[in-house]
């Protein structure tokens, strides 16, 4: 019976959550979650001048609006550095690690005397790796790997495919510093073993280090665990993704008013495909997502083809679910939250505005006049329209709502008999009850508005514009 699927996202607090591992991130959760598995997160903290707790709460919350729920407690690497240092000394007892004791210096005049030399890269070969232990000085060593000197180390990759590094050009890495403190390669090992994952999905940028831990592996008779290094994102213009291009943090994009569902159904598609699918819910990705699907080549950001896909999931979505995320969003925007009265005119106007909006900030402009209060100041544009005939047949008209049936059917032969009382199109009439009820020339249907502002609210604004 095959072992349960566990994967894991590992991101160094040292900044904000990058696109990019927001990416990962959502590769490992699918792979588990389609899976029946499990996903784990785990902060590589143990770089302590660069860490900060700061860092650690911003990649959490953007997981968090992400939508990726991890499993158990959140593993902090520089928390099991005792552990890291117990699998080094039992290397040692193994025979498949030693004490060097050459000191930076050393290591410092054999690298400028390779250069000198002129190579362009030479692999340090210490001197203690087999001196008789009577040799061995009173001082402090530091503890490293014994890599293989001649052959080849083979990395079966999901999706690079077979990769093959000369053992040569590997050197006895240290897993242990003179200091007692253990470097990252042999903590990411460590932590994985131990956390029991399966599979390792992370970007490319690591396919060098995944010859490096085989060995740590091997050197523990461990199992290896399936090896799956992702292509980076890189921007419109084909280089990589930085600030050049635009928004590069996950929290930005929050901001921004991006919804997380399209957030989360457009980076699956950055590098993965399956058949035609490019509208699917959280659910659909985890039971298509496959390894299988990721392709070799970078990804390219496209900020129209992201736009397009939240669209249609703010189209998508429950009208009370998306008053949740926009009340989300506008936190995280720092704008003033929707008073009580307008939360409930906007879940009324969500119908009849939400397929036509990209954004939450493009959804609330087109909800605008479900959230402005009286007087409504037209704008220009608007304000034109609003002329002493237009404002005398808004008087006209105002008595004849007072006792209509507040529907489409009821409030359209209405409209239509004031327009051709006066010799006008609908469109003619339209204009000035747009500017009456919104302030502005561009709206949603003029019956949309009415009917989600009420027949008190609609006449109190239409004898405000007449008036």
């Known amino acids: 019976m095959a072992s349960p699927v566990v994967t894991r996202f590992a991101p160094s607090p040292t900044g904000y959550l990058h696109i990019g591992g927001g990416r990962t991130a959502l590769f490992n959760w699918l792979f588990a979650r389609g899976r029946g598995g499990r996903f784990l997160l785990r902060i590589e903290d143990t770089d302590r001048e660069r860490s900060t707790p700061e860092a650690t709460a911003a990649i959490l919350r953007g997981l968090t609006w992400l939508g990726l729920d ?8 520089f928390d099991r550095r005792d552990r890291h240092a117990e699998v080094a000394h039992d290397m040692l007892a193994r ?11 050393e290591i410092a005049a ?17 001197p203690w790796r087999d001196a008789d232990p009577a040799t061995w000085p009173d001082r402090p060593f530091a503890i490293r790997m014994k890599a293989p000197r001649s052959g080849e180390t083979v990395i079966d990759d999901k999706v690079q495919g077979r990769v093959v590094i000369r053992n040569e050009t590997l050197d006895d890495m240290i897993v242990l510093r003179s200091d007692g403190t253990p470097t990252y390669m042999l903590a990411v090992v460590v932590d994985d073993h131990d956390m029991g994952v399966t ?10 280090n995944a010859a490096r831990q085989q060995m740590v592996y091997a050197a523990m008779d461990w199992d290896i665990p399936v090896w ?33 569902a399209g957030m989360r159904n457009y980076l699956t598609r950055l590098g993965w495909a399956q058949g035609d699918a490019e509208i699917f819910t959280s659910q659909e990705a985890m039971a298509m997502f496959s390894l299988e699907g990721i392709g070799r080549a970078p990804a390219r950001l496209d900020f129209k083809k992201l736009e397009n896909t939240c669209g249609r999931h703010i189209a998508m979505m429950e009208d009370a679910a998306l008053l949740h995320e926009l009340d989300g969003y506008l936190a995280a925007a720092g704008k003033v939250p929707l008073s009580p009265e307008q939360r409930e005119r906007l879940l009324k106007a969500l119908p009849g505005v939400k397929d036509r909006a990209k954004t939450y900030p493009e959804l609330i402009d087109k909800a605008h006049f479900s959230l402005i209060s ?75 508005m009415m009917l989600v502002l009420g027949r008190d609210e609609t006449i109190a604004r239409l004898e405000d514009a007449a008036a």
């Open 70 to 77: 991890w499993d158990g407690a959140v593993v902090s690497q």
């Open 95 to 105: 025979g498949t690690a030693y004490r060097c004791f050459s000191t930076a210096e």
């Open 110 to 126: 054999f690298r400028a005397d390779a250069e000198a030399g002129g190579a362009s890269y030479a692999v340090f070969q210490s």
């Open 199 to 208: 599979h390792v999905i992370r970007g490319d940028d690591h396919l060098n």
């Open 228 to 260: 799956a290094h992702i292509p980076l994102i890189h921007g419109p213009d084909g280089k990589k993704l930085s600030k050049r291009h635009g928004a590069t943090g996950v929290e930005e994009y929050q901001a921004m008013g991006y919804p997380a």
């Open 374 to 448: 009286r007087p409504v100041f037209p704008d220009e544009a608007a304000a034109a329209s609003l002329d002493s005939v237009s404002r005398g047949i808004l008087r006209e008209l105002t008595p004849r709502l007072q006792n209509a049936s507040w529907t489409k059917d009821g409030l359209e032969p209405i409209l239509t008999d004031i327009a051709a009382a006066h010799g006008l199109g609908f469109g003619k009439l339209a204009a000035p009850l747009r500017a009456a009820l919104a302030g502005r020339s561009v709206t949603p249907s003029v019956y949309d």
